[in-house]
């Protein structure tokens, strides 16, 4: 089912209003509303079109008016209805996506609302930051802009904000408010702006002194060739930049997501657009975001030109330069007196320290625990951390510059102190590390992912394949009898526990272990006969079978994970009503495999006729081949089992049975006893066979199955002229004389089954 051409402009957006007046013409009755509401349509909507035409010629001329209103009705509407109709030409309002390539966006790591970064001036320092990007566009291209740099240039432009606020003892800075010269990285610029152009986001035209944003963003660009401006929208203010003819970029310091919409937990990004029409849509789409008044969206825009101040930067890189020179010396004076005093104070702790005795240097190492002690317990749990993270960091890069002998010194060291550890540890001290290390390794297991666990075994099987590789025989019978002996206590802890019993044990334990066990017994059996109380009811709706309650599901599990799977399942219903799977079938098709068994692997039961209603002997009759079996009843439960040998005997086709049915002296007799002895009375089995039954059942065997066609059995349609009795309807039963019987037990053989008188079922 697809969908219609008037749904799919819908959800693209590309619908007017002339396809809603063709549908509310299509419901209207009669030529004259229909005339009537292409009038009113064209009254309304083309009222613009039609005041222009009217103006070039005299009002009052009624055939100039009616000639224009023929040539809108017949040309015009019907012109502008194809275009509606048109996906290719008029495919709708283009959104977004279509106009911002997030693979160029530069995201920062935060945005200006980040409090953790910038404390109080958080959220306010937009102006700021865009004239900020500007300039620093003069330094470096805002074409190689990456993420560090958008950090670096956020932060520096925080500074900036916090010295024009303190300087105009204000919180929110307005775009006159804007520095005339800035300094970055010693080189000072001179900023020129233009005049201010303002107006409402929406204005379709100009309404002195109030213009479109269009008009102000060509007046910017295209007639006083800048390169950058400063756009207010409402109280946000972001930085346009034209690097490159017709290409801009828009740096927002605000929460955006990467197509340059305002987000909750976005960050601040620098997007790339081509063309003014697309810069316009980009911001009447930022601003017309849910959750946002888009009805008075107000904006000011101001151009901006950077000029580099060459002479004031190198006065500027003297004196900067003298005051360094002036400053590195001072500090080089400075350091070299803190130096030359920690060198004297480290030189005397020396003296003093080799001049001290052991009970003085055990005093001093004494106070220096305690102290530390003391200073570990008073501090907080940031500071402690602090302090673990700084030693962390401090052993990593030792570990990282220590040299390969070193570091084999060291692991050697440390191995040699474990082992010394751990043998002179307790019995209980042991029992606990390892319980830690159980502990420890288990939590690690249980909180690793899947990729991870299969990493993990894959690396433990390859070392303990490389382990096994590489030991000598005598390591490999030492591994092998530890393995045999871990085994064979593993049994016999096992096996004690299945026998253990009290020693002397009264009669009250055994009447409790006799009622037990009798109960586990009744319990079994009472589960037993509830399992099969209801009998194989439940059909499988893949391979068509009968089973039981506990060997099927609901298939509708399956259709919900895996949809792909329907095409191998019938849609049979049976208990309660419901599609069930068995098993079997539901396990491959979870695999997306082709159970064995399923109807659509060719395995599907051949559809039986009505009158296909054959009993045992009849079904004898036009059977191909004939098979010997004895069954008899088990003496416990007694169930049907078969005894000795089946024997499965192929008649001889060309002289015996290749016409069907078997003529009457071949058959037998209609009416059939079967006996072990024909001078027996009594026989397990009587049945009358109907000969316009087996007629049927035969002729639709040889014209249907392939098995009888292989064989090249073909049907007798003389078969009913060798009875001397005339044919009884269907729903008779056909009697006669015994005496027509074969008077040999090998006729009754060729019934198809030697019996007894203890069988139940041929």
């Not at 911001?283 to 901006?304: D, R, T």
Request: proline share 4%.
């Amino acid at each position: 089912m697809g969908v219609s051409i008037e749904i799919y402009r819908l959800r693209i957006g590309s619908h007017n209003n002339f396809v809603q007046a063709r549908q509310s013409m299509n419901q209207m009755k009669g030529k004259f509303w229909n005339h009537m509401l292409v009038m009113f349509y064209l009254e309304i909507f083309y009222l613009p079109c039609l005041k222009n035409l009217v103006t070039r010629i005299e009002s009052n001329n009624e055939v100039c008016m009616w000639y224009t209103q023929m040539v809108s009705y017949h040309v015009y509407v019907p012109l502008l209805l194809r275009l509606a109709n048109d996906v290719e030409e008029n495919p709708g309002p283009i959104n977004i996506y279509d106009i911002v390539d997030h693979s160029f966006t530069v995201q920062a790591d935060f945005n200006q609302g980040n409090i953790s970064m910038f404390g109080i001036n958080a959220g306010k320092q937009c102006v700021a930051m865009s004239i900020y990007a500007i300039v620093y566009n003069e330094i470096k291209s805002v074409n190689i802009w990456d993420t560090p740099l958008m950090n670096m240039l956020l932060v520096n432009a925080n500074n900036l904000y916090a010295i024009i606020s303190q300087h105009i003892q204000k919180d929110f800075l307005l775009l006159t408010d804007v520095p005339e010269i800035l300094s970055i990285n010693n080189d000072t610029f001179n900023l020129e702006y233009s005049d201010s152009f303002s107006g409402a986001l929406w204005m379709a035209r100009n309404n002195e002194p109030y213009v479109t944003l269009e008009h102000a963003f060509h007046e910017v660009f295209n007639t006083g060739n800048y390169k950058a401006c400063l756009l207010t929208i409402r109280a946000n203010t972001v930085a346009v930049l034209m690097p490159f003819p017709d290409v801009f970029k828009v740096f927002d310091s605000h929460s955006q997501d990467m197509h340059g919409m305002p987000a909750a937990m976005g960050y601040s990004v620098l997007v790339s657009i081509e063309g003014i029409q697309n810069l316009i849509s980009f911001f009447h789409n930022s601003c017309n975001y849910p959750g946002q008044n888009s009805e008075n969206s107000l904006f000011e825009l101001k151009g901006v030109k950077c000029h580099r101040n060459i002479s004031l930067s190198n006065s500027l890189d003297n004196a900067a330069n003298d005051t360094t020179s002036n400053n590195h010396e001072q500090q080089r004076k400075q350091q070299e007196s803190v130096v030359e005093k920690e060198n004297g104070l480290i030189a005397k702790r020396k003296e003093k320290r080799q001049q001290e005795s052991v009970v003085e240097r055990e005093n001093r190492l004494a106070k220096q625990r305690e102290k530390r002690k003391q200073a570990k317990q008073q501090e907080t749990v940031l500071e402690r951390e602090n302090r673990l993270a700084n030693r962390r960091e401090k052993k990593k890069q030792a570990k990282q510059q220590e040299p390969v002998v070193e570091r084999e010194n060291r692991l050697a060291k440390l191995r040699e102190k474990q082992r010394e550890k751990r043998q002179q540890e307790t019995v209980s001290e042991r029992e606990n590390r390892l319980a830690k290390q159980r502990e420890k390794r288990k939590q690690a297991k249980q909180q690793e992912t899947v990729s991870e666990r299969e990493n993990r075994l894959q690396n433990q099987r390859k070392a303990r394949r490389l382990k096994r590789q590489n030991e000598t025989v005598k390591q490999r019978e030492q591994r092998l009898a530890k393995a045999r002996a871990n085994y064979k206590e593993n049994k016999s802890r096992h096996s004690g526990k299945n026998k253990q019993c009290p020693a002397s044990g009264s009669q009250g334990h055994l009447n409790n272990d006799n009622s037990i066990s009798h109960n586990s017994v009744s319990q079994l059996i009472h589960k037993f006969h509830k399992s099969v109380s209801t009998g194989p009811l439940y059909i499988c709706s893949c391979c068509d079978q009968l089973w039981y309650k506990h060997s099927v599901c609901p298939a509708e599990r399956l259709r919900l994970s895996n949809p792909n799977s329907a095409k191998h399942l019938q849609g049979i219903k049976s208990v309660d009503n419901i599609e069930w799977l068995c098993l079997m079938c539901d396990k491959h098709l979870k695999k997306d495999k082709v159970p064995p068994s399923a109807i659509s692997n060719g395995l599907k039961f051949p559809e039986k006729p009505d009158f296909f209603d054959l009993n045992e002997l009849e079904c004898r009759l036009i059977a191909p081949r004939l098979a010997f079996q004895k069954i008899m009843q088990a003496p416990r439960g007694r169930q049907l089992k078969i005894t000795g040998n089946v024997v499965n005997v192929p008649a001889d086709i060309c002289n015996t049975v290749n016409m069907l049915p078997r003529l009457p002296q071949d058959t037998g007799t209609i009416k059939v006893k079967l006996k072990r002895r024909l001078q027996y009375k009594s026989s397990p089995l009587s049945l009358n066979v109907r000969p316009n039954k087996v007629m049927q059942a035969a002729a639709w065997l040889v014209n249907t199955s392939e098995l009888y066609r292989e064989q090249g059995i073909t049907f007798d349609q003389h078969w009913l002229s060798y009875f001397d009795v005339t044919t009884p309807s269907d729903n008779e039963n056909t009697t006669v004389d015994q005496s027509n019987s074969t008077s040999s037990e090998d006729g009754v053989k060729m019934n198809g089954v030697k019996t007894k008188q203890k069988f139940l079922q041929v």
